[in-house]
């Protein structure tokens, strides 16, 4: 357990996860008005956590590994596929999800339906992009 807790690659990406999580609640919160502790476990928003956390994992790994490293080349494809998808498939899923839920309210006038999907599960190109920046900063700062 203890070399877990030492573990500066896997630190700086649960701190990046972490810091993205808290400021994704505070934003919600400024915009919305209200505290909405969901958002804290939450997909979707600003920033991305799954982009920090694999940046940091990326960006942490090159720094303590090597950039020559196969560890590096591991995180790298892995963070560049997390950010794409983050971006593209999650975001359509949301996209459909607004959708459905709408033909479900429709649907629901003339008989119950118990069924609400999750809209929050994608991002926009800024919210990755953010999330990026996040996890190399907190990567730099975790693992100089």
Same mark, same amino acid.
């Given at each position: 357990?203890?070399?877990?807790?030492?573990?500066?690659?896997?630190?700086?990406?649960?701190?990046?996860?972490?810091?993205?999580?808290?400021?994704?609640?505070?934003?919600?919160?400024?915009?919305?008005?209200?505290? =909405?502790?969901?958002?804290?476990?939450? =997909?979707?928003?600003?920033?991305?956590?799954?982009?920090?956390?694999?940046?940091?994992?990326?960006?942490?790994?090159?720094?303590? $590994?090597?950039? =020559?490293? !196969?560890?590096?080349?591991?995180?790298?494809?892995?963070?560049?596929?997390? $950010?794409? =998808?983050?971006?593209?498939?999650?975001? &359509?899923?949301? @996209?459909?999800?607004?959708?459905?839920?709408?033909?479900? @309210?429709?649907? &629901?006038? &003339?008989? !119950?339906?118990?069924?609400?999907?999750? &809209?929050?599960?994608?991002?926009?190109?800024?919210?990755?992009?953010?999330?990026?920046?996040?996890?190399?900063?907190?990567?730099?700062?975790?693992?100089?």
């Amino acid at each position: 357990m203890e070399a877990l807790l030492q573990n500066r690659i896997l630190i700086a990406a649960g701190i990046a996860w972490a810091v993205s999580q808290i400021s994704k609640t505070i934003l919600h919160t400024i915009i919305n008005g209200k505290l =909405d502790w969901s958002r804290l476990k939450g =997909d979707g928003g600003m920033p991305s956590s799954h982009s920090a956390s694999v940046t940091a994992l990326a960006v942490a790994t090159g720094m303590v $590994c090597g950039i =020559d490293s !196969p560890f590096f080349a591991i995180a790298v494809v892995f963070a560049a596929i997390t $950010c794409h =998808d983050a971006m593209n498939s999650r975001r &359509e899923i949301g @996209k459909h999800s607004v959708v459905l839920n709408e033909l479900i @309210k429709k649907i &629901e006038q &003339e008989e !119950p339906f118990e069924v609400v999907l999750k &809209e929050f599960v994608g991002h926009t190109p800024l919210q990755v992009l953010i999330g990026i920046l996040v996890g190399g900063i907190i990567a730099f700062l975790v693992c100089r």
